[in-house]
């Protein structure tokens, strides 16, 4: 763990995800969920909350970009992960998708990896 906290030193991140590309991800995602009569708002927060990952870029001290953040999560997975969500948003009478998000956000953080550039 000492060993991590000193490569770590001087290191940050910076996410290049422009709001332009927020919105035009809103605007397909209204759409989708219209023609989906709501059932794309069940794979909604991976896709929305992996954008902004996938932009995102470790730096140096000096503010170089040295590694690249990428989450790569199969559509299987999260449409099985999704459907179990559903049953239980459905079970609820709505509540368990509250609970669904933060799901989504420890699984999308769990499968994170950085790339060198």
């Known amino acids: 763990m000492f060993d991590l906290e000193i490569a770590m030193l001087g290191r940050r991140f910076t996410c290049e995800f422009s709001v332009a590309e927020a919105i035009g991800q809103l605007i397909i995602w209204i759409i989708l969920s219209i023609v989906t009569l709501g059932l794309a708002l069940f794979v909604l927060p991976y896709y929305f909350l992996m954008a902004p990952v996938n932009r995102t870029y470790v730096l140096d001290a000096e ?14 997975d999260i449409l099985g992960h999704a459907l179990v969500w559903l049953l239980l948003t459905i079970l609820t009478f709505g509540l368990a998708y509250l609970i669904y998000w933060p799901a989504v956000i420890k699984r999308i953080l769990n499968a994170v990896k950085t790339t060198e550039l």
């Not at 503010?63 to 299987?76: M, P, R, T």
Request: without cysteine.
């Open 63 to 76: 503010g170089a970009k040295i590694a690249k953040l990428s989450v790569e999560i199969g559509f299987v």
